[in-house]
């Protein structure tokens, strides 16, 4: 089994529609963030978290939100979904426990369509 | 700011031969860590190899080796043995936060195409 595991993997939608990606690890791992790839861009932090009461903003955070429900689950929400942020999304996680290395494990993430 | 070139937008290689992917980094941090990453054509990302900035040898993962020279802020990988499943996008990575690493910022990426 994933030990990183995003839902839905695919979705098409139209613009204005409220949108939840949702994201779940097995890993034990304590930091949690989201990510965005477009083509030629690499890839772009959106929000990330340090434990359940810990949420930042990332460098490109306007347009979404998220929640931490539990140490193993965090949520991207789209209030209002538009046609740029068309994209796939990723979720990863890391143990600050790991001895300084803090490498991130990506889930398996999200291609989200927005017409 | 951290920055992360990557100056080849796609390498070619013939299987069974080894290829080296380039990628320069800018910071102003002393304590860095650089990671590469690889994304077939099925879209996961697959962690292949760290390397910290403090790190006296150069990291070594099976035929993934990170040749790190730290005056030339460079971190090229070098896959040995080239196989027709390292076909993929490559993508160099580096975090940097002052002590807290956490915060990955990456290039745009290589494309590699391994030829039968």
């Known amino acids: 089994d994933a030990d990183v595991t995003q839902t839905p993997r695919n979705r098409i939608t139209k613009t204005g529609k409220r949108i939840m990606l949702e994201c779940s690890q097995t890993?034990?791992?304590?930091?949690m963030y989201w990510y965005r790839q477009d083509p030629g861009l690499g890839l772009r932090l959106i929000y990330y978290?340090?434990?359940?009461?810990?949420?930042n903003k990332g460098e490109i955070s306007d347009g979404y939100s998220v929640s931490r429900q539990a140490q193993a689950k965090f949520s991207l929400s789209l209030e209002s979904a538009i046609p740029n942020q068309t994209a796939l999304y990723f979720c990863?996680?890391?143990?600050?426990?790991?001895?300084?290395?803090?490498?991130?494990?990506f889930g398996p993430g999200t291609r989200l369509t927005v017409l | 700011a951290q920055k992360i070139t990557q100056t080849q937008p796609g390498m070619f290689v013939q299987e069974k031969e080894a290829v080296t992917l380039d990628c320069t980094y800018d910071t102003s941090d002393p304590s860095y860590g650089l990671f590469w990453y690889k994304q077939p054509s099925s879209g996961e990302m697959i962690f292949l190899i760290y390397?910290?900035?403090?790190?006296?040898q150069n990291a070594t993962e099976g035929r993934y080796s990170l040749n790190f020279q730290k005056a030339r802020k460079s971190a090229n990988l070098v896959i040995s043995a080239s196989q027709l499943g390292d076909s993929a996008m490559y993508f160099c990575a580096m975090s940097s936060s002052g002590g807290s690493n956490y915060k990955l910022t990456f290039g745009k990426g290589t494309l590699l195409t391994v030829n039968p």
């Open positions: 978290s340090f434990d359940v009461k810990d949420i």
């Open positions: 390397q910290g900035s403090y790190d006296q």
């Open positions: 890993k034990g791992h304590d930091r």
């Open positions: 990863a996680t890391s143990d600050s426990s790991s001895g300084g290395t803090d490498t991130q494990y």
